[in-house]
């Protein structure tokens, strides 16, 4: 399968890509019982964050299985600590083009734990990542992480593909920075419609995206 880089300028797949069914839907990635909130992608919160968020209970915090939304190469990691916790920031190219990250989670499955011995850290608020040699396959479904970050407790999926009409707003980020989609909408529509009906952080239901 295909992995997709950054030269610096543009995103390239290093093999020919899969065409992606249509309607692309990804499976969704968490307990949707358990999400007491969502953080709308596209929007200014301490900075504009392209990416979204599922929020969680902290009671909830130990008890939050990830799966991968869909099959992907992890092809880069950091470790880092925001306070005193251990943060796990990681990034999965899917092999038709898109990219997905996830941030705060833990209980790493054992599988993904092993590929991560090659980071050094984690270091204070230093999120850079690494690249994995070689990226690690991960299957759609496949348990990610058993736990998720920083009571009140969130993760980030950053979904991506091309979407030039906001390059203007991340002009130093070419990486990641101008691409950006609404993932409420790669969701099963159940899911989708749930996300936009819950409670928002005080940034409300503002997004460039959705």
């Known amino acids: 399968m295909p992995i997709w880089r950054f030269n610096g300028n543009t995103w390239s797949p290093n093999g020919p890509p899969p065409s992606s069914a ?14 007491t909130a969502a953080l709308w992608p596209g929007q200014s919160r301490g900075g504009y964050k392209g990416h979204g968020g599922f929020w ?25 600590l925001e306070g005193t916790e251990e943060q796990v920031l990681l990034f999965f190219s899917v092999p038709c083009g898109f ?14 734990e092993d590929a991560l011995k090659v980071i050094t850290g984690p270091a204070t608020n230093d999120s850079r990542t690494t690249f994995m040699s070689p990226p690690l ?6 348990i990610v992480g058993t736990s998720v970050g920083i009571p ?21 980020d070419k990486e990641f920075g101008h ?18 009906s819950l409670p928002t952080g ?5 997004s460039d995206y959705c």
């Not at 990250?101 to 209980?107: K, M, P």
């Not at 396959?137 to 496949?142: I, L, P, S």
């Not at 005080?202 to 503002?206: A, P, V």
Request: hydrophobic share 35%; glycine share 6%.
């Open 137 to 142: 396959w991960v299957e759609q479904g496949e």
């Open 56 to 80: 969680f209970d902290s009671s909830d915090a130990d008890s939050i299985i990830v799966r991968a939304p869909v099959g992907g190469h992890l092809v880069q990691a950091a470790r880092y």
């Open 99 to 112: 990219f997905y990250r996830f941030d705060h989670v833990s209980g790493l499955s054992p599988k993904i």
């Open 22 to 35: 249509e309607p692309f839907e990804f499976q969704t990635p968490v307990d949707m019982s358990k999400v």
């Open 202 to 206: 005080k940034e409300g239901k503002t």
């Open 179 to 196: 691409y950006g989609v609404c993932f409420f909408d790669y969701l099963p529509s159940e899911d989708g419609d749930l996300m936009r």
């Open 152 to 172: 009140p407790s969130n993760i980030f999926p950053n979904n991506v593909i091309p979407n030039p009409a906001w390059a203007d707003s991340f002009a130093n």
